[in-house]
């Protein structure tokens, strides 16, 4: 029930076309329909700037072709579609010859929105420990990027090697939010956590073999981390650390 | 090497009182010395209104004392002493007979800092699924209190009664930053995520008994969580969380 | 806002002593204040004959005392406090001599509920494998009991010593509904399954030592039945296992 | 030993053709023999209008055929072929051609019994938190069907988006039995529960990454469910929870 | 039903004192009846020899000492009460005086079957990696003992170092059957079995620290055991080990 | 050294042609060489029909052929290669034509050893609980079946339908070992452990989904078996289980 | 900043064209920078006879080549890639023809380190359990001799065959370090590690199957190790051994 | 079999007093025997300047004097006993009263032996994260010491104010072998490995809550290090950390 048509229903109401009775009734059935209305204009109005977002994992080329076309011709905001593989972008170009595919990152994106004012006095930084944990950290790059954010990043500076850390201290220092990735160990985040008082957000990623159990160490590691300001997101999810990075870059 | 000395030493060399190689030795080996004078230096800086933390956990109540003593009479700010037993209240008030000591929360503090302007407009708010993650809960809320911050917190709050959470909405809405607190299947994560385009601290409890395995049920809850925007801290760990909302709060 | 409220609002409108622009906020403002209230109306109906229940866990016997007496007082259905110590009760008594405690079951309860006629065509029937689950059986048995339910019960019967269970075939075959209590590798609730075609509830117990590992072996087994017709509830919780059991019973 | 079997013993007896003896032995001999019997026939009844089932994994594509065709030919209730390949129904297709495949269920039935009347006061509902929990989700509601029930289904209603699952809550009311699937967190189960006083089957999927060990997640979650009258089966076993609803819903 | 009450059944249907319906009905009833009766004769007869087993964790030690007593005045055979503490000691002494209790394997026992005769060309060999087994090993020691085998023990000969082992090589090579119980690593079991042709009962102890993880270390490196002939019971269950090791014994 | 040498080196001792001394330090050096010519000469008395075991997996088809070869022409026993694919096999049959291969138990074998003679009155019965959990009992079948022991089976008959269990009854009394093979909860082994004095090897399968992990419920259901006299074998480890089986079942 | 340009600093500073703030401040900031510079150094110097190194897994043929190239062309000691498939070789040779590929070790090599001195009376000796460990410990094996050690093997010795293993009682006795490679249970590290005092380095290995979990049964056994001077390295870490190893073994 | 016995033999055998076969047959009995001869023996002379190590743990204090008092009158190196508690040192105290209690490192020793020479070039250095793993440190910083090495040590450098570890950097750089002791994430390991290039042992305590779950974040950290050169021992194993860095240290 949009705002006119209560009024709409209030009329009726004060016109007698309706009884009392019918009237109350539409009232107290109305709760959901309103709160999806609500956060629907709610969302609309927060979500200026905001890309629009499609998980294309589990979803066939053709599905994910025609939601994204959907969006591309219901919103003007940037587009994303995450967990793509290449059948999916030949699928979404075919309607959409714009987009791009990202092969490293897994996403095809449109980057269109001229709403978008970088603002390079907060920005965003994502780390690495190693050279595999790239295509978690581009996932995450890419979204943060879209979502309006200005991103920079520093690749394979893993603790083992510490004096390449160290190399990236301004970058460090200057950055407002921190997203920390890593595999095998995840010690990384400790350090960085360390060396910052903006809040990190770290990655485990999947990468190490035998007792790494797919990111499980690193997991665990980031979980006990003995700096203050690390939060943990799952393995792998480079979008969600992302766009929570978005989220908190954009307090103010 | 404080600059001080940087300044005599460059002003000795040119004095010509140590040699050139001499000169370029000192240099050389300070920089890990400088690192800390630095952190140090910047650290002063950043912590304007942070209080001292006190791990107090292991640590005999004759330690506690001590520490908390030194750093009432060093520091100007908040004091604050985590995991505290009641013996080790008893004897940091031999010595700070204003300390307060809070038996839910575990924590024994100082609440003295006259700098610290509460920012209403940005307020954290504190939720938790049921009466048992209060203490932990608690642990949060006074910790990003000390911290300088506006806090409110609602309890009792879990998914299975959900009108009980959408009576909260209005304070859901307003929140800064928000901290949720869960143990058993820690669903109130997601359903508060997707309630808010905040960034959400999700802390597992190890409130529940069974397979929910000392807080693990919760913690891999909150991992998956399907709202955007949520990231997780260690099982119980509410001054972590607490800690890092009041970081997350303080970006401008 | 109840149905009067609403009505109350109606009229101002058409008296015009609101303004149309304040009875569409007060509509939308509404839903999440609906729904709670449409949510306890619609308990208030359905609870006839349910017991009000306290999970005493975690609570001081001094509050259990308070709510159990609120309870008493406010309402006229059983009441029952569960994983209660003879502490808790000892509080109970002081306000509520009537109740009972049952230290098998640790539970305090009150069985008062004249509206209740348990339907003997419809029994739950509650298995154990060793005497060891009889508490938790107990706080099953007490909680389909208080809830209204005809409830039957045999101890000991694990299939080590088959015979034993299958003396209890005519009460098997009898049931409505079932519920099946088991440590250590929880084979039981397979073979009830496999004797029954009404559901089977399979509650893990924590009774078993070595790699039983409180219960997950139990768990595991039950939840990878072969028999058709089983589900299973967390381990050690027999209360969950018998308001489940009441719930199922109740259906017509 | 059927029961003109044991007329003619005892008659032999009397006339004197066998010895008492014998009797004895051939009566003591027969429990087993009987029990395999009186189960048969107990089945016989209440299997009028259940389907008859086969599981196809680990079978092959001529097993699953000769076995679909011998039940084809000697029973006249529906056939059902769970975890099924494509593979499976060719061969199927060659002998019982009006055999249907469900792709996305998985499933090769036979949907032919003319005995069944579905009963639409009692409803089984279907809910998922996402689109990747649908193939689960198709085999329980096409098991629940196919047993002879009345099914509705309401996917993708997660709890991120919580106006989503509101929007069904008329269907959640009305539900007599209600299937809740998830992958990830699992936390729809917890919510669905707190919304219904009917029976909750709850389905854990292996939907997810990272974290969720594919279903580990979930299903602790749903175990650990803080509301009242859930109940878990195995980790993406539609089929088990589509058997269990129809037994739970054909109670009366 | 005994064979007595068969066979006065039969008379009374030949003497036409009940109907041929009464007697197929009771026929047909007796199936479990006559099953348990079967087994308890079957294990009458095979118990020549064999201890009573009273399993007396959470028994009270007044209900362990009314079994004890009843089994002591109905039978002759060995009397066995495991995981017994003191206290249940004490209480059996009250009605059988005679009973003895081994503090280090935690067992009360009456050792006084006449018709045992320990065979010493068939004995059971117990082995200890470490002096902390000893409690484990002390049990499976006195249970095989009272069960009616010949059994030698060697402690402490784990394999670190290994000539302590090899000194028991004629004990090995001698022995029928063999119990190796370790914790820790577990490795004695492996080394046994690739000693001797016999087969091998290992027992993982709970003994260990660290990443031992209470036994599942010593059961996982077991249950892999290169050595062909080595099988696995629960940790820490040395009455399982004896009575298996028995069972094996006494094979001809 | 063999004898011999050990002859020649006393006699040349004794004649004087080599020193005291060297003849000392001769013997202190021999340890390990004799301890391995000890160990074989021993295993060749105990090996009289056994036969000489192969474990394929990890090795290429030519290795299997030349080493099934060398047993073929250096010993007199039964040949047998376990963990076979078909490769293995066409290449086997190359040098050895008239081995044979059993696809479901993945074996290739040879069964020439004329001196064996199969005791039907020690029999060895192997169990399933299902029709998936054959190719393991295969293995185990086939491979006491060629240590020379007359074996029997009983497939597909697990708790949940105990009455096709009980119809074996008198095949599990006559068994002088039994070997129960069970996926999925596991509960076969406790149940015939309960039918049957004699001992039972338990071989978890790796039959199941979801949360059976890979035959993990299995494993902790059947080591925590509530019957006497179950020990328990590596997951699938069909050859283990028959091995041992065949150890206890030639023990007199 | 090089060592020159800190004397250039100063000299600026001596000679008045930078003012003494600005040499202070270029002082300050410098530490990192230096760190970086003081390790490069200081490993150049350590690094004499050390091979660079390469992680092949992960990265693409042409870029393994271009880095081997790279180093085959700026430094003179010997070159290893690790984790290496045959494509990766085939680039490699394409600018490298004289790199060797080891397909057992799955490493890429040149062995041209002409001030390589292998130290016999330094020997490092790698001993596996069994023939599938071989692919971890050739790996191990190479790595320690291109490292510039003096290496010896002995495969397939694994603990349940232990007259296999002491035959090399000599070769263990004299090794100056040990790697012991063994899944299944991983016993032969314990039992290695008391047969000599030198440090054993143990290699779990993911080879097994069921309950051995990919190496966790041989990781845990080996943590646990009753032998002084087992340390363990991650499951299959051939290399991280060979090197750990070489380290240990060139301390003087 | 002493070697005075050997020659006996000998001459009995040229003597003719007994027969050449009894002569073999005791030569070919003695290997055993004789290895534990030669073990002892070797021991002997590799043990010079090596304590007696004793583990309390599970001892009585009685026992714990006993083997305590019979090491100090039967050799004349230093004494150690692990995991003691003080009532263990007062009965110790009893019969040698020079022993010395460290109540941190729960260990009595004596510190005799005036044949050790601590070599200050070859420094083993003990790191500890936090404060709260120091009582394990210390087990490794006195084990170390006892066994004759020179040990030096740093406490509290954890990496999340990686400017403290940083101030050590020279201790680093100096150590011939390092100890690394953390709990929590663990993380010191990695970043030490990657500041030196000696041999690191990773020592995981059970420092931490929640998910690091009594060490195992620590450990699968410290096993998936990135640096190379770093392996690891049992979570709190100090004294195994300390015995095998001075095996490692004591190299030439």
Redesign the interface.
């Known amino acids: 029930m949009t705002?006119a048509e209560?009024?709409h229903l209030?009329q009726e109401?004060?016109a007698g076309t309706i009884t009392?009775d019918d009237?109350?009734k539409k009232?107290?059935d109305?709760?959901?329909?309103?709160?999806?209305f609500?956060?629907v204009d709610?969302?609309r109005e927060?979500r200026q700037g905001m890309p629009e977002v499609i998980y294309a994992?589990?979803?066939t080329p053709a599905q994910v072709r025609d939601i994204f076309y959907s969006l591309y011709t219901h919103s003007e905001g940037n587009l994303l579609a995450t967990r793509a593989e290449r059948e999916h972008y030949e699928k979404v170009r075919e309607k959409v010859p714009e987009a791009v595919y990202d092969e490293t990152a897994r996403m095809i994106y449109l980057d269109r929105d001229e709403r978008i004012q970088r603002d390079e006095a907060h920005k965003i930084l994502i780390l690495t420990?190693?050279?595999?944990d790239i295509p978690v950290a581009e996932e995450a790059r890419l979204t943060a990027y879209l979502f309006g954010n200005y991103v920079t990043a520093c690749y394979d500076c893993?603790?083992?090697?510490?004096?390449?850390l160290?190399?990236h201290?301004p970058a460090i220092?200057e950055a407002?939010?921190l997203v920390v990735i890593a595999g095998?160990?995840?010690?990384l985040?400790?350090?960085v956590?360390?060396?910052t008082?903006?809040?990190v957000?770290a990655v485990?990623t999947?990468?190490?073999?035998?007792?790494?159990?797919h990111?499980?160490?690193?997991?665990?590691?980031?979980?006990?981390?003995?700096?203050?300001?690390?939060?943990?997101?799952?393995?792998?999810?480079g979008f969600?650390a992302g766009?929570?990075a978005s989220?908190?870059?954009k307090?103010?």
Chains 1, 2, 3, 4, 5, 6, 7, 8 share one sequence.
């Not at 420990?129 to 595999?132: K, L, P, V």
């Not at 095998?184 to 010690?187: K, T």
């Not at 999947?206 to 007792?211: C, K, P």
């Open positions: 705002e209560i009024i209030l109401y004060k009392e009237a109350v009232i107290v109305v709760p959901f329909e309103e709160m999806r609500a956060e709610h969302h927060l994992a589990g979803k420990a190693g050279t595999s893993g603790v083992a090697g510490i004096h390449r160290f190399a201290l220092k407002n939010v095998m160990e995840g010690a985040a400790s350090v956590g360390g060396l008082d903006k809040p957000i485990p999947s990468v190490g073999y035998g007792a790494s159990f990111g499980v160490a690193a997991l665990l590691s980031m979980l006990n981390s003995c700096a203050m300001g690390v939060s943990v997101v799952n393995i792998d999810n969600g766009a929570l989220k908190i870059n307090l103010r």
